[in-house]
């Protein structure tokens, strides 16, 4: 409700309290007058200040219509036809309210100021960012859906791909304002942090700088573009990294490492990530800047003195666990031979005091034989029928299979003089060390417990990922020039953050694909005069409700509430 100045006729002014109904089908607000008040020059022989008596007196009104829980009255005609859709989301204040915290909108506005351009920037970054947690797909179907928020979005699309290459350029600086923001707000653990990368394919044939033909992780002979991610102690993503798809998993580690040491100002960390970042140049370098690493190391593809001391008996202790009693573990103090060339093509050689950690797991020794499982079924049918596969579709089962070779033009198996075998001698190798796994530091110092315990956070990364390619669906990425590739990711990024940072306040008692489910749900539907119907109510809402200090339960709610409390999330911090 508002104040309303009429200037009648003959020059008088009228007043009256008002109230503007928008209607979501023409996107109009038509005025209807609440309460006739009188002419100004007659209520000043009553009122000193009628017009500042009366705002007075709407506002009254205002704050008492937010708290009132009295009925409220809806006309509703029988014969009324729907027109369009007139329902919106509002599980995206949850959203929000962590965007607004973190400052993005300040970001974009620091940076909208010296550009040249008919549209804002923190609007469209703002659509992207809630559409690709609670609709996920293309940049179209983002812009078409647009309306299903109670915000503004008064750009087109071409302005949206336009600002994609805008995005792009700040990438690495959002990264950091984000971490910075972070670390003001609540602090961060980054004594331990946890790296890994990941691939995403193009359904494209030519390559170019960037995507390109590699060791895809979904054994797909697209080109693909591989990321390394940096995640904090809690699971929270600090930076993220894109490389050409033929880039060696092994070296995007450092890049990272030293921008983030050189930017973020991080000082001393340990890297933990799996063996596939395990080189020596990597070691060498973690080990002499101020930290350290946690990596796992290969059984099988290690020397005969480490698989006579992984097999040999003596040293292992049983674990008391009495959820995991067959679980034993020895270590060993060891001095790393390490061997390398640097950026110069400089020969280093040095030595690092390492521990070793040795586990065996039944559970992990099952996991093994399952997973060798469909592969050793795969090998017996090709020895079988040969003709019915080729190189693409024989991955994992050919190195079960001996003289088994492959056509450099076509792919197919040759037809060779000597019969298909199955290697018998390669599976009981393999099958000897089914169960161990080793974990390697330079922290030589610390106990077994605290490494293992490092080391086995590391599966928070790897669920990161699927949460990038399941919840968010950064895959397909519906864009093809390299910069807006670059944006698309930066959009995912900035996602992820904001979903983990909300999944930790809630001390991750819902998984993110239960939170973005629920939020995705909670929707209103428009009824007449600017009243609103919920329709959705579950546990996660409940606990998201008490740390918003919002009730999601409450069935109807009025456009102004529903703005205010937008209003109210953007400009207040999320309870720590």
């Known amino acids: 409700m508002y104040l309303k100045k009429s200037t009648v006729r003959n020059g008088r002014t009228y007043l009256s309290i008002a109230e503007g109904n928008y209607d979501p089908i023409t996107k109009r607000t038509k005025t209807v007058n609440i309460q006739k008040l009188g002419y100004l020059d007659e209520l000043v022989k009553e009122y000193a200040d009628p017009i500042a008596h009366f705002t007075a007196v709407v506002t009254e009104m205002n704050n008492a219509r937010l708290k009132d829980k009295t009925a409220m009255t809806i006309s509703i005609v029988n014969s009324e036809r729907v027109e369009g859709s007139i329902r919106k989301n509002f599980g995206y204040v949850a959203l929000s309210a962590i965007y607004h915290e973190l400052e993005i909108h300040r970001f974009f506005a620091n940076r909208q100021q010296s550009l040249s351009v008919g549209y804002n920037l923190n609007s469209i970054m703002r659509l992207l960012v809630f559409a690709r947690l609670l609709s996920p797909g293309s940049k179209k179907k983002a812009y078409d859906e647009r309306e299903w928020f109670f915000e503004r979005s008064d750009f087109g699309i071409t302005d949206m791909y336009r600002a994609l290459s805008r995005i792009s350029e700040y990438r690495e600086a959002l990264q950091l304002w984000i971490h910075e923001r972070i670390v003001a707000n609540s602090g961060r653990n980054t004594s331990l942090v946890y790296y890994d990368v990941t691939n995403f394919y193009f359904e494209i044939d030519e390559q170019d700088e960037l995507r390109r033909k590699g060791v895809n992780k979904e054994h797909r002979p697209n080109p693909i573009v591989q990321m390394g991610l940096l995640m904090d102690n809690e699971g929270v993503p600090m930076a993220y990294q894109l490389f050409p798809g033929n880039t060696n998993d092994c070296t995007t580690l450092l890049p990272v490492i030293k921008r983030i040491r050189r930017e973020y100002g991080v000082g ?63 270590s060993r103090q060891f001095t790393r031979d390490i061997e390398f060339e640097d950026e110069n093509k400089q020969k280093i050689k040095a030595k690092i005091e390492e521990k070793q950690v040795v586990i065996y797991s039944r559970k992990y020794a099952q996991k093994a034989k399952a997973d060798r499982a469909a592969a050793i079924m795969k090998a017996h049918a090709i020895i079988k029928s040969p003709k019915n596969f080729n190189k693409q579709n024989t991955y994992g089962a050919a ?71 399941s919840d968010i669906e950064a895959r397909p990425v519906h864009v093809s020039r390299q910069d807006r590739i670059e944006a698309h990711f930066l959009i995912c990024f900035v996602s992820l953050v904001i979903i983990r940072i909300l999944q930790k306040r809630l001390n991750y008692t819902f998984s993110t694909t239960k939170i973005l489910d629920s939020l995705a749900k909670t929707c209103c539907s428009h009824l007449k005069e600017n009243v609103h119907m919920f329709d959705y109510f579950d546990d996660v809402l409940d606990l998201i409700g008490k740390i918003l200090g919002i009730d999601f339960g409450q069935k109807f709610r009025t456009q102004a509430e529903i703005k205010n409390i937008l209003a109210c999330v953007k400009n207040s911090p999320v309870a720590q």
């Open 268 to 330: 001393k960390v340990v890297v933990v990530s799996d063996k596939g970042l395990n080189t020596g140049k990597n070691a060498y370098y973690l080990a002499n800047k101020r930290g350290g690493y946690v990596f796992s190391q290969s059984v099988r593809k290690g020397n005969a003195e480490l698989k006579k001391y992984v097999l040999d008996p003596n040293g292992y202790k049983e674990s008391n666990d009495p959820y995991n009693p067959e679980f034993k573990k020895k």
């Open 399 to 469: 190195k079960y299979i001996r003289q088994i070779s492959f056509d450099k033009g076509t792919g197919e198996i040759n037809e060779t003089a000597s019969v298909l075998a199955f290697n018998d001698k390669l599976l009981a190798e393999e099958e000897k060390y089914d169960g161990y796994y080793i974990i390697v530091t330079n922290r030589h110092y610390e106990s077994d417990e605290w490494v293992i315990n490092a080391y086995h956070e590391l599966w928070r990364i790897e669920e990161t990922f699927k949460v990038t390619k």
